[in-house]
């Protein structure tokens, strides 16, 4: 039974140049390697020819950037 709800993240791959895909890459490898409660836990990562899917913890209550903005803290 699942008991997390999930987010699949598509990422076009045309819409990238050798040095993006690279970053992309070394950030999907970060987040998969971080476990911490205050993080969004990367679950998996399925690439095709045209997109990279990215199956990532659902995280709800919107932007952090703009809570912070409108609050003028956290």
Same mark, same amino acid.
């Given at each position: 039974?699942?008991?997390e709800?999930?987010?699949?993240?598509?990422?076009?791959?045309?819409?990238f140049?050798?040095? @993006?895909?690279?970053?992309?890459?070394?950030e999907?490898?970060?987040?998969?390697?971080?476990?911490?409660?205050?993080?969004?836990?990367?679950?998996?990562v399925?690439e @095709?020819?045209s997109?990279t899917?990215?199956?990532?913890?659902?995280?709800?209550?919107?932007?952090?950037?703009?809570?912070?903005? @409108?609050?003028?803290?956290l």
């Amino acid at each position: 039974m699942l008991t997390e709800l999930l987010l699949v993240l598509q990422v076009q791959n045309n819409k990238f140049n050798p040095t @993006s895909t690279k970053q992309l890459e070394r950030e999907v490898a970060i987040l998969k390697a971080i476990r911490h409660p205050a993080c969004i836990a990367v679950e998996n990562v399925y690439e @095709s020819p045209s997109a990279t899917f990215i199956v990532m913890e659902l995280v709800e209550g919107g932007e952090l950037f703009d809570r912070i903005v @409108s609050h003028k803290r956290l």
